[in-house]
C-alpha cells in the first residue's frame, strides 16, 4: 500500500521557534506538495516540488522555506513560528504529469504555535 | 472569484437518498478535476476523478464534468452515514513544472437516518 508519511501528528511550539515538518513517501513519485488547511479557507497550496532539489512557490509561501534533498523526502520549515501559522498542514505526493490519480495525503499534522 | 467555488454547506440527506454535490471553476484551461472525501480530524482520499464532459460512475458514485459550463458534480446514490463527510472538489492546473491542484473550501454532507 503506497504511503505519505509525516513525522508528527501533532506539534506544540512557541512563538519565534524554527520548526521543521517532515515528509516521506514510497511511491517513487516526483511531485510533492505542502498544503496548509484552516476552517473556511479551505487547503491552500504553500511549496510544491517537482524534482529532487527543486522548488516552486504557492499560494501563500510567506513565513516558510522547503528543502527537498532526495526524492522521498520533502521538508517544511517555519524559519521563526508565528500564532498566525497554527494549522493542519498537509503533505501531498503525485506522479509527474499525472493530473491523472490525484494526490496521495500524508495523515497531517496539526501545529500549534503558542 | 474563487478558482474553485463549492457551497460549503451542510447538506443534508436522509440515507437512501440521492447526495447532490456541487462545485464551479474559472480556469477554462483546467484539464482535469477530482473528489475527495475528507472525514473530521483525516486527511483527504481520492474517490473520484474525470476528465472528459459527460458522466463517469464508479459504484454508487458519479461524477460529471460540463466544460462549457465550468461545473463538475458529484452523485452519491443511496447515500449512507458512513458517507456523512467533507468533500473538496480539486481542479487541475498545469505550470511550468507540472499538474498542481487547486481545492475548493469543500461542502459537507450529513446522512441523516
Known amino acids: 500500500d503506497v504511503k505519505v508519511t509525516q513525522s508528527s501528528r501533532y506539534l506544540v511550539k512557541r512563538t519565534g521557534e524554527k520548526v521543521f515538518l517532515e515528509c516521506v513517501q514510497d511511491?517513487?513519485?516526483?511531485?510533492m506538495f505542502w498544503y496548509r488547511q484552516d476552517p473556511g479557507l479551505g487547503l491552500r497550496l504553500i511549496y510544491f516540488?517537482?524534482?529532487?532539489?527543486?522548488?516552486e512557490k504557492g499560494d501563500i509561501p510567506e513565513g516558510y522555506s522547503v528543502s527537498r534533498e532526495k526524492k522521498e523526502r520533502f521538508s517544511l520549515i517555519l524559519e521563526s513560528a508565528s500564532t498566525n501559522q497554527t494549522s493542519m498542514y498537509l503533505c501531498?505526493?503525485?506522479?509527474?504529469?499525472?493530473?491523472?490519480?490525484?494526490?496521495?495525503f500524508g495523515s497531517g499534522t496539526r501545529l500549534t504555535v503558542v | 472569484q474563487k478558482e474553485v467555488e463549492q457551497n460549503s454547506g451542510p447538506l443534508s440527506v436522509p440515507e437512501g437518498a440521492i447526495a447532490s454535490l456541487n462545485c464551479t471553476y474559472s480556469?477554462?484551461?483546467?484539464?482535469?478535476f477530482f473528489w475527495y472525501r475528507q472525514y473530521s480530524g483525516k486527511s483527504p482520499e481520492l474517490i473520484m476523478f474525470?476528465?472528459?464532459?459527460g458522466d463517469k460512475e464508479d459504484g454508487r458514485f458519479t461524477a460529471q464534468l460540463n466544460k462549457a459550463s465550468q461545473y463538475v458534480s458529484l452523485l452519491i446514490r443511496d447515500s449512507q452515514p458512513s458517507d456523512s463527510a467533507t468533500y473538496l472538489c480539486?481542479?487541475?492546473?498545469?505550470?511550468?513544472?507540472?499538474?498542481?491542484?487547486?481545492f475548493g473550501t469543500g461542502t459537507q454532507l450529513k446522512v441523516e437516518l
Open positions: 501531498a505526493s503525485s506522479l509527474r504529469d499525472r493530473g491523472i490519480g490525484g494526490y496521495t
Open positions: 511511491m517513487d513519485h516526483e511531485n
Open positions: 516540488s517537482y524534482d529532487v532539489k527543486m522548488k
Open positions: 480556469d477554462r484551461g483546467s484539464q482535469s
Open positions: 474525470i476528465y472528459s464532459n
Open positions: 480539486a481542479v487541475n492546473r498545469v505550470t511550468g513544472g507540472g499538474n498542481k491542484l487547486t
